[in-house]
C-alpha cells in the first residue's frame, strides 16, 4: 500500500487493487498541503469528526469524484442535507466493508462540531478507525484524541502494525502521551500526525522517537508531506 501525508491529519491510501482512500481531507486552506500534489482518483473518505481541519474538503471532493464516504451517523446526515448521496454512517465497534477494506470505527477523545455556515452543528462523538486489508494487516487511525486505556482494547483486537497518532499538543495528545499510546498499542511503526501546521501544535516526531527510544519494536515513521512512501 502507498501512503502519503497531505499535512496536518490528511493522508491518502493507494491500495494494491488500485483503489484510494482519504482520511480527513482538508486541503485548500491547510498550510501544510503540498500545493503540487493532486488527488486523481478517489474511491472512499473517511471522516473522523466535524471539525473543519477534517472535514473541510469533503463536499469538494465529493462533487468531483463521488466516493463513498464514512462517519458516524450525525455527519452523515449533515453530509446527505449537502447532498452527499454515497454517505455511508457507522459508529463506534461496528464494522463495514468499503471496498477491499474492512473499516471499524473506535473511540477518541476530543469534541466535534460542524462550521456551517457560521453555525456550529453537532457532530456526533469524534472517533478513530482500524482498517483490517487483505493481507491481515491493520492500520489505526487515531483521529483527534487524547492517550486512554481502551487502547490496550484496540492492541488487543485488531493488533495493527501501523498506528497514526496526533502529536501536536493543545488540541490532541502530545509526544508525551503519545509514548504511552505507543506503549499500549506496539504497533511496529507509528506515523506522526496533527502537528506543525500551526505555531501552537508544537510537539515534533522526534520528541516522540526519544521517549520511546526504548520501546523495542516500534519505530517513528515521520514522513515528509506529499512524499509517497510504500507500507
Known amino acids: 500500500m502507498n501512503i502519503t501525508w497531505l499535512g496536518h491529519s490528511t493522508f491518502q491510501f493507494e491500495l494494491p487493487s488500485g483503489e484510494v482512500f482519504l482520511m480527513d481531507p ?3 486552506g491547510n498550510p501544510s498541503f503540498p500545493a503540487a500534489f493532486e ?9 473522523s469528526h466535524g471539525h473543519f481541519d477534517h472535514i473541510g474538503s469533503v463536499l469538494d471532493l465529493y462533487r468531483k469524484f463521488e466516493p463513498v ?4 451517523w450525525e455527519i452523515c446526515s449533515w453530509l446527505q442535507s449537502k447532498g452527499v448521496a454515497k454517505a455511508s454512517p457507522m459508529n463506534k465497534g461496528g464494522m463495514q466493508k468499503v471496498g477491499p477494506v474492512s473499516v471499524t470505527m473506535t473511540h477518541a477523545m476530543h469534541s466535534s462540531g460542524i462550521d456551517d455556515g457560521g453555525v456550529t452543528v453537532y457532530g456526533g462523538e469524534p472517533a478513530g478507525y482500524v482498517l483490517e486489508f487483505d493481507d491481515g494487516r491493520a492500520l489505526y487511525f487515531a483521529g483527534d484524541t487524547d492517550v486512554f486505556g481502551d487502547m490496550r482494547l484496540i492492541a ?12 501536536g499538543d493543545l488540541f490532541t495528545m502530545s509526544p508525551r502521551q503519545a509514548a504511552v499510546a505507543c506503549r499500549m498499542l506496539r504497533p511496529k511503526k507509528v506515523i506522526p500526525m496533527h502537528y506543525g501546521t500551526f505555531p501552537p501544535l508544537i510537539g515534533r516526531p522526534e520528541q516522540l522517537a526519544e521517549l520511546i527510544g526504548d520501546l523495542s519494536g516500534t519505530e517513528v515513521w515521520s514522513l515528509t508531506a506529499g512524499v509517497t512512501v510504500t507500507w
Open 26 to 28: 482538508w486541503l485548500e
Open 39 to 47: 488527488v486523481k482518483r478517489l474511491d472512499a473518505i473517511l471522516v
Open 69 to 72: 464516504v464514512v462517519a458516524n
Open 156 to 167: 488487543e483486537i485488531y493488533g495493527p502494525e501501523l498506528a497514526l497518532l496526533p502529536i
